[in-house]
């Protein structure tokens, strides 16, 4: 079935230090790729997607591009913020032309980012 | 506003004791869904239903039950809950199921069992 490999956790960063959050995927078709952030009490907030082969998400200074050579859709940030402290999830959905697991999210464990000043 | 709401957010309770969390949503989406949230785990899914009288089974829906009898409202049942269902349980939402849609959540409801 489908699965969501994330980069394990916690991570802490100083504050405008490069963030990189690994994310890969095992997937049947072609999904569509996203991360969700979810910040101390609230629910999950798409951050950004992506939904074929070289897209690229961005949203708020953070990038994410959907390699599928390497099953990978790794996040980035070029200078994180105290503000940007959150739990982040890779998740998939399955392609709508396939129709394979159109039903649900496949999420990844969660990564825990705190930025310190 | 568009949102999806849960009650309550917090909820202590004993084994055996029935219990409802209510969902409801605002924008018309005909896709709900239920995710428990466990440390290490990440979210997983525990019932969905792709529009009104159309439920199913996700990845872990023992000792849950929904229903959809409206479109805005997608309750998640706890007939006799158990300790090892102490978890944060979200309700989520899109226009449709899966593809290149995104899923709103719910705020959270936190579940203790003792």
């Known amino acids: 079935g489908d699965s969501v490999t994330q980069m394990e956790g916690p991570v802490t960063l100083s504050e405008e230090a490069f963030l990189t959050i690994n994310c890969t995927y095992t997937?049947?078709?072609?999904?569509?790729l996203f991360w969700y952030v979810q910040y101390p009490g609230e629910g999950l907030q798409l951050l950004l997607k992506?939904?074929?082969?070289?897209d690229k998400g961005s949203n708020k200074g953070f990038e994410a591009t959907y390699r599928k050579e390497t099953t990978s859709f790794h996040l980035e940030k070029g200078s994180v913020q105290v503000s940007d402290s959150a739990v982040y999830f890779c998740?998939?959905?399955?392609?709508?032309?396939?129709?394979?697991?159109?039903?649900?999210?496949?999420f990844g464990t969660g990564t825990r980012l705190t930025i310190i000043p | 506003e568009a949102q999806v709401t849960q009650n309550p957010r917090y909820l202590i309770t004993v084994t055996g004791k029935k219990l409802t969390v209510t969902c409801s949503q605002n924008?018309?989406?005909?896709?709900m869904s239920w995710y428990r949230q466990d440390p290490g785990l990440g979210l997983r899914q525990i019932y969905y239903?792709?529009?009104?009288?159309?439920?199913d089974k996700g990845d872990v829906p023992e000792g849950y039950k929904v229903s959809r009898k409206e479109k805005r409202n997608f309750p998640l049942i706890l007939e006799s809950p158990s300790p090892n269902q102490t978890s944060l349980y979200f309700c989520?939402?899109?226009?449709?199921?899966?593809?290149?849609?995104?899923?709103?959540f719910g705020p959270g409801t936190r579940l203790t069992v003792t």
């Open positions: 989520a939402s899109s226009p449709v199921a899966g593809g290149t849609y995104e899923q709103y």
């Open positions: 997937a049947t078709g072609y999904p569509s």
């Open positions: 992506a939904t074929k082969a070289d």
């Open positions: 998740a998939l959905s399955g392609s709508l032309e396939t129709n394979f697991g159109n039903e649900k999210l496949t």
């Open positions: 924008m018309n989406h005909e896709y």
């Open positions: 239903s792709m529009n009104v009288e159309v439920t």
